[in-house]
């Protein structure tokens, strides 16, 4: 983490890159869309596309357009009450990408997600379809979370988090995260006017998740950590992230044509394949199994398939198919997969060879209760 690193944005060699823009950046102080700022945000983009770069925008600001439409003055704490304006919300902000885009040319597409939508591997694959359709006819896609229906149990939770998802889904070069602050600070610089800025840094790195203290504006629901989190989350595609302060003049461009501003973080692990990043991307897993120290040295060191033998306890209820998380002893998850067996069988098996596996159960769907293809070490 020095400001000694590469001086050229990533962004200026990306062509597909996500952009997330906070809704500070797209409000009036929460009081409903500041129209200008969608206009500005759909200049830059613009003119992306003309220098061929392909844009994905994650805009937030439903919820605080469907307040002013309601008239509500203060966000409400009920789920059906923050639905109902996700839902009046979104047909204005739709209308105002739409006019703005419109005005240089461009249409804009509307694409409302849930984590459940990417937790399924078949409507995982047609948003990704449909993505890369719209960007091959020149449209730019505007993705949202589908406050309208999402619960607690499929919610994606915050746009930074879904930025990384749609960033991994569509396997981006980069991930854009614009806020109303600079970047990360090595402390708190609202507490500490010494605090050291973080030009660069490397994505996943620990160090970065302690520095990332303390919440951002009232308006939005993601504080630095979540979007450090995102970073790391996107660099499991081989994206690198940039965090920004979305009031610099024409942030957008200036990254675009090499201008290092704010935080880049870069990616360095190796990218997943598609199947394996759809496999990381869950945020919310069906069960848990643990297991002893031999099995997590076979996954992590030896590339071996989990057998039952080197599984201590099961948790959670879960069918074959379902991905499923492995942890350590000490709750550190090690690993994920697709389960061959459901949880009751998986229970009945744990801690036995597999040569048991058709004497316990009456039969043997597999040897293995995660192959090794259909799984992924973290």
């Known amino acids: 983490m020095t400001a000694s690193a590469d001086p050229v944005s990533v962004l200026a060699s990306a062509s597909r890159i996500v952009a997330k823009v906070g809704s500070s950046l797209v409000t009036n102080d929460g009081q409903g869309l500041d129209f200008k700022a969608v206009a500005h945000w759909a200049r830059q983009i613009a003119l992306l596309h003309k220098q061929g770069k392909q844009v994905v925008l994650v805009s937030s600001g439903a919820i605080a357009e469907g307040m002013a439409r309601l008239g509500w003055p203060k966000r409400p704490t009920a789920m059906h009450e923050l639905q109902a304006a996700a839902a009046v919300g979104q047909m204005g902000l739709a209308q105002a990408y739409e006019v703005a885009f419109s005005k240089h040319g461009l249409r804009s597409a509307q694409i409302l997600l849930t984590h459940e939508d990417l937790a399924d591997r078949q409507r995982y694959l047609n948003a ?28 994606v939770g915050d746009n930074d988090t879904l930025g990384a998802l749609v960033t991994n889904l569509i396997e981006a ?68 992230t940039v965090i920004a302060s979305g009031r610099e003049p024409d942030v957008m461009l200036r990254l675009a044509a090499g201008e290092c501003i704010g935080t880049e973080l870069r990616a360095s692990t190796p990218v997943l394949s ?105």
């Open 274 to 378: 598609a199947r394996k990043q759809w496999m990381a991307d869950h945020l919310r897993l069906r069960g848990r199994l643990i297991l002893d120290e031999g099995a997590v040295r076979a996954l992590r060191d030896e590339g071996k398939s989990l057998l039952p033998v080197g599984v201590s306890r099961v948790e959670g209820a879960f069918a074959p198919g379902d991905v499923v998380a492995c942890l350590d002893s000490k709750g550190r998850e090690c690993a994920r997969g697709l389960v061959n067996y459901s949880s009751s069988d998986a229970r009945r098996i744990m801690g036995q060879p597999s040569s048991k596996i058709g004497e316990i159960l009456g039969q043997v769907t597999e040897t293995e209760l995660m192959h090794r293809d259909n799984l992924i070490v973290l």
């Open 173 to 240: 070069d980069a991930l854009v995260i614009l806020t109303d602050q600079r970047g990360l600070y090595e402390a708190d610089p609202r507490k500490d006017p010494d605090a050291r800025f973080v030009g660069h840094g490397q994505a996943g790195d620990p160090k970065l998740e302690s520095m990332a203290g303390g919440s951002g504006s009232g308006i939005g629901k993601g504080g630095m950590l979540t979007k450090i989190l995102a970073a790391r989350r996107a660099a499991r595609s081989g994206a690198h």
């Open 128 to 155: 990704r379809s449909t993505i890369f359709a719209l960007l091959r006819l020149g449209v730019v896609p505007i993705v949202n979370e589908n406050d309208t229906v999402a619960t607690e149990e499929i919610a």
